[in-house]
């Protein structure tokens, strides 16, 4: 719960440094349109959702400007990666249309709706874990 406190802070300056860093976005709507093909089509295998996860994270802390807050936020989303799809099932379709709101936003250039968005994503996954650890089938 405390990896997901901090990676919360990190993770919404990021969002929200990203949303005003003026640069392309093009990679962050390459992730859209694989999010949109996976809610579209075929279930994706837990690894291939996974690592779009972290690359998605992992971009908008790269647009934030800071190489050293991907470090911390790669270290820590490894921590939680045990919580992926794989063992939580029942996050994969909320929080593929959460990364959708948290990317239209950064697009968008509004960073209190792309803080916001990444809050709420986050405490998704908190809300989630904490289910699965008190209800893990």
Same mark, same amino acid.
């Given at each position: 719960m405390e990896i997901l406190h901090v990676r919360s802070l990190l993770e919404c300056e990021a969002a929200k440094k990203a949303a005003l860093?003026?640069?392309s976005m093009e990679l962050l709507l390459e992730y859209r349109a694989q999010i949109v093909g996976f809610l579209e089509g075929p279930r994706p295998e837990a690894e291939v959702h996974s690592a779009l996860d972290s690359h998605l994270h992992l971009e908008i802390a790269r647009l934030a400007g800071s190489? *050293? *807050?991907?470090? #911390? #936020? !790669?270290?820590? $989303?490894? $921590?939680t990666r045990m919580? !992926?799809?794989g063992s939580i099932p029942d996050r994969f379709i909320p929080g593929c249309h959460e990364h959708l709101v948290l990317i239209d936003a950064i697009v968008a250039q509004s960073a !209190? !709706?792309?803080a916001a968005a990444m809050k709420t994503? *986050? *405490?998704?996954?908190?809300?989630? #874990? #904490?289910?699965h650890i008190h209800h893990p089938f």
């Open positions: 860093s003026g640069k190489k *050293l *807050l991907i470090e #911390i #936020i !790669d270290g820590l $989303k490894v $921590k919580f !992926d799809q !209190d !709706d792309a994503h *986050l *405490l998704n996954v908190r809300k989630a #874990i #904490i289910s």
